[in-house]
Structures are given as structure tokens and as C-alpha cells.
């Protein structure tokens, strides 16, 4: 009983805690865990009939993830993470209707966007008898964005640790500059500020299994549009609401967990989402892990969406024909093999994304081209020292 009861925690809580405080006594690191993970997103390429001009090929990005968690003191510890990712492709850069009235994109090109983005973040942990308050402080910088940021976390057990309280704050402060933004008269130079708060509850129920459920508001303020499309304009204000909840249970004669969690998100541009994904943890032996996952959303589009750019609206009428904000739905699908080999751990993960208008729980009175279809492969490595 006492290698089921070690295994099921285990389940419980290694992999897929998105949320803080998922019911468990913070403790301090013994050791230092390095962590590195390498991963390439890859969009489809789009078919001619949807293309006015522009090449077919999408964004290809590789992602190089690092990360050092490291005991400092007795009772404080210190995070150190880096990314570096590495973009190429091309991007939709304005819409019109085709003969028969439909939209088709027009792209901006494979040659016009390369980009490189490097970001760190350091932060540390103090850990009290019941409970733990941190923070972390970061910076990122591609060819086009500046970004500093600062985050803020504690947390409190109650309950003999059955129950946990946490919450957050973060804020960033942004500066974006359009590589070129002379030569077709866009904004030059801008700011963009984004201030978050988080507060969730999380209750283990037994000994195998875990509830929380969690509230956030977002506020962004300055320049909210999307500088690279010939016409795109937004409010300089959004307000964003979502509410959170996760649920794990472990299942003693399957030796596995299953996770599942809900998201609802609302916010002032008009959109409102649903989010719901699944991930099933099937121990093989006492070092394989085999986790398939699913993943369902939709969204409805933003109040100023058009799927096809008006050009005779004058610049201050928001509009914006960017596909991220029409409505649409999504399934996306992936396996991990998860192996520990003592103070080695590795993870591969394989991920398919499809999106499509047809699979939208809201009413789409306006579908949009260029809807996204992805496939994504990481590999990650973890060393415990």
C-alpha cells in the first residue's frame, strides 16, 4: 500500500499542473534540477486557392528551453530560466474577397519574417512552515519587442495541508518598434502595458484525488493592434476575465491519473472561449510513463472582426481581420513518453492541432481564412544533481 499511495501522488502531481497551489505542502529543493527542452512548431503550408499572392509556407519556429531550480538557503530556493526561439515563415497580412465574395489572405511573404527572441527570468522562493511567497523578475527582446516583467506569488495551507490558497500578480511593460514601419507608414515606436491577478483555491479530496479552481483578470492598456497588418485597428484598452478549474484523480488498479481541466474565458473585445482538455498518465513500469492527451476549444469573434479588410473605413473605425480574433473552434491531440532513469528524466511529446470554423460551439457569421493546423515535437531533459 505504501508504493500505491507514493506512485498515485506522484501521478497527481508531476505533469499538467497548470494552475499554482495544486494542493500540496511546498517544501524546498534538496538539489538542483537542470532542465533543458528543445521543441519545433511547424504551421501547414496554405493551399493556392486561399492565397492571393505570398508564399504558401507558414511560421516554422524552434524553441530552446532552460531552466535551473537550485536550493540557496535552508529555506529559500533560486529559479533561473531562459528561451530562445528562432522564427521564420510567413504571416497573413490583409484579406479581400475573392469573386465569388469569400476572403482570401494575402501573405506577407517567407522572406519577411525572420526573427530571433531571447528572454530570462530570475526568480527565488522563500518557504515558510505553512506555506511559501515568491517572485521573479524578467526580460525578453527580439528584432521588434522589448519586454520587462515582474511576477509576485505566495501561498497558504490550511486544513493539515489539505487545502491551499495562493495568488498572484505580474506585470510588463512593453515597447514594440515595426522593423518596417517607414516604409509603409506604420507606428514607429509604441508601449504596451499588461497587470495580472490570480487567486485559486485547491482541496485534496482523498488520497487520490485533487480539485481547484481558480479566478484571473488581466487588464492591457496602449497599443493593442497588430502593427504588420496593412489595416489593423483595436482599442487601446481590454479587459480579461477567465475562470479555472482541475480536477486529478488516481486510479489504484489502472496505475494511472486522469486530469482533466476546464477553462472560461470572457473579455471586453468581445470574445468569449471555451477550453476543455484531458490527459491520461498510464504508469508502464516503475520508470515509463505513456500520457495520450485532447484538447477542445472554441471561441466567438471579436466585436470589430471582418473577414475581409474594409479599406473605404477610415484608420480610427476598429477593425481587424486577424484570424486569432474570428470565431472558430479547435481539437488538438498528442501522446508523451515520459522515462526516469534515477537523476535523469526525459519526456517526448508529439502534438497535432486543427482548427476550423465548423467545429465552433458560437455562431460564425463571418469565417475566416487562414485558420491555423500545426504540428509541434519537444524532447526534455531533466538532471537532478
Known amino acids: 500500500m505504501k508504493l500505491i499511495k507514493s506512485r498515485s501522488l506522484i501521478a497527481l502531481s508531476t505533469t499538467a499542473l497548470a494552475l499554482p497551489g495544486i494542493a500540496h505542502a511546498d517544501a524546498p529543493p534538496v538539489q538542483n534540477t537542470l532542465s533543458y527542452k528543445i521543441s519545433n512548431y511547424k504551421e501547414d503550408d496554405l493551399s493556392r486557392r486561399e ?3 505570398g508564399d504558401l509556407g507558414r511560421y516554422d519556429i524552434d524553441v530552446h528551453q532552460f531552466q535551473l531550480v537550485a536550493p540557496f538557503t535552508r529555506n529559500t530556493s533560486l529559479h533561473i530560466d531562459a528561451n530562445v526561439e528562432i522564427m521564420s515563415g510567413a504571416s497573413p497580412w490583409f484579406t479581400t474577397a475573392g469573386l465569388d465574395g469569400q ?21 527565488g522562493k522563500y518557504y515558510l512552515e505553512n506555506g511559501s511567497v515568491g ?47 517607414e516604409l509603409f507608414n506604420r507606428v514607429i515606436e509604441a508601449d504596451k502595458r499588461t497587470t495580472s491577478a490570480l487567486v485559486s483555491v485547491s482541496q485534496i479530496i482523498n488520497q487520490v484525488s485533487t480539485f481547484q479552481t481558480a479566478l484571473s483578470i488581466t487588464e492591457q492598456s496602449g497599443f493593442l493592434s497588430d502593427p504588420y497588418k496593412l489595416r489593423d485597428v483595436r482599442p487601446q484598452h481590454k479587459t480579461q ?3 479555472t478549474s482541475s480536477y486529478r484523480r488516481f486510479f489504484i488498479g489502472a496505475d494511472a491519473a486522469w486530469h482533466i481541466n476546464y477553462r ?3 473579455d471586453d473585445f468581445g470574445i468569449s472561449s471555451h477550453t476543455v482538455d484531458m490527459a491520461w ?30 479599406s473605404l473605413n477610415p484608420l480610427t473605425h476598429y477593425q481587424s481581420s486577424d484570424y486569432r480574433l474570428s470565431a472558430f473552434g479547435a481539437i488538438s491531440g498528442g501522446i508523451s513518453l ?20 465548423k467545429y ?6 463571418q469565417p475566416s481564412t487562414a485558420l491555423v493546423r500545426y504540428f509541434r515535437i519537444s524532447l526534455g531533459v531533466d538532471y537532478s544533481f
Request: charged share 20%; aromatic share 14%; glycine share 6%.
Open 338 to 357: 515520459i522515462t526516469d532513469l534515477g537523476d535523469w528524466t526525459a519526456t517526448l511529446t508529439a502534438e497535432r492541432y486543427i482548427a476550423n470554423e
Open 135 to 181: 517572485g521573479n523578475i524578467g526580460y525578453s527582446e527580439e528584432d521588434d519587442y522589448r519586454a520587462v516583467y515582474i511576477g509576485l506569488s505566495g501561498e497558504r495551507h490550511f486544513n493539515s495541508d489539505m487545502t491551499t490558497v495562493a495568488v498572484g500578480f505580474s506585470h510588463s511593460s512593453d515597447k514594440l518598434f515595426p522593423t518596417d514601419a
Open 103 to 123: 476572403p482570401l489572405v494575402n501573405l506577407s511573404g517567407a522572406s519577411g519574417i525572420r526573427d530571433r527572441r531571447a528572454e530570462i527570468s530570475i526568480g
Open 241 to 243: 476575465f477567465s475562470w
Open 264 to 266: 472560461l474565458y470572457h
Open 51 to 53: 492565397v492571393v499572392f
Open 281 to 310: 498518465h498510464q504508469n508502464i513500469s516503475r520508470s515509463w510513463q505513456l500520457v495520450p492527451t485532447l484538447r477542445y476549444y472554441s471561441q466567438s469573434a471579436a466585436d470589430f472582426f471582418t473577414n475581409v479588410d474594409d
Open 360 to 365: 465552433s460551439v458560437y455562431q460564425v457569421s
